[in-house]
């Protein structure tokens, strides 16, 4: 069971049904062709349809502060987390952590392999608007800048909801909703990962932070 704290200070206990990653998002598709085609240069194949679906294990998803990992060619990166508790919408975030290494051998087994993280505060939404795209990301390794950018950036968050629910309809759900470019050339392997959401429609930053406490191969 997950457990987080709503913009009232309540808790708010869940226990997904369904944990799900939505990868290749971005919402300049002529941009996400051009990483998919870099991916493919480094030997990691295509993906068969975008967005792509990754359905992960439940289990993976944690509010733990300090993570074991698979390997030493691990990070993570910044994601809005859609949390669905019978009729009611959450927001807060998450991070994708993925074992690089494995990437290349099969995508999602290179996120299912490793926990994912998700942050302990929650704020109560409506159907996403246009008004949240006006909400900033942010992350860092080992505290230097790592990723920053908006949901300008990524496909409305509304869209990606009601695909989601086309496909599935299940009464709980954690939905990770994609990613903004690395501000460095590559991935950065480091102990620590901090991540926030704010301004727009947020009254106040959501926030994440953990460490990698060690390796603990599979």
């Known amino acids: 069971m997950l457990s987080f704290t709503d913009e009232r200070n309540q808790r ?3 226990e997904p049904e369904i944990f799900v990653i939505a990868g290749y998002t971005g919402r300049d598709r002529a941009q996400v062709q051009k990483h998919i085609d870099e991916l493919a240069r ?33 990070c993570g990166e910044v994601e809005p987390a859609l949390i669905g508790i019978g009729d ?17 051998e099969d995508i999602a087994k290179s996120k299912r392999v490793c926990p ?3 942050g302990r505060s929650i704020v109560r939404i409506g159907t996403p608007d246009a008004a949240f795209d006006a909400i900033r990301l942010e992350s860092s390794i080992d ?3 790592y990723q920053a ?7 409305p968050l509304g869209t990606l909801l009601a695909a989601f629910r086309a496909r ?7 939905l990770f909703c994609g990613t903004v470019p690395l501000l460095t050339h590559g991935f950065r392997f480091g102990r620590t990962f901090a991540a926030r959401i704010h ?20």
């Open 12 to 14: 708010i206990d869940l």
């Open 42 to 74: 480094e030997g990691i194949a295509p993906p068969p349809e975008v967005p792509m679906w990754y359905e992960m294990p439940v289990a993976i998803l944690s509010h733990a502060d300090a993570i074991e990992v698979p390997t030493a060619q691990t």
């Open 88 to 104: 009611d919408l959450y927001l807060s975030l998450g991070s994708d952590h993925t074992a690089r290494d494995v990437e290349r």
């Open 116 to 118: 994912k993280p998700i």
């Open 143 to 145: 505290g230097e800048p």
């Open 149 to 155: 950018g908006s949901f300008a950036q990524i496909t």
């Open 168 to 174: 599935k309809a299940p009464k709980s759900f954690v």
């Open 199 to 218: 301004g727009g429609p947020l009254t106040a930053p959501l926030s994440l932070q953990y460490a990698v406490a060690g390796v603990k191969p599979l």
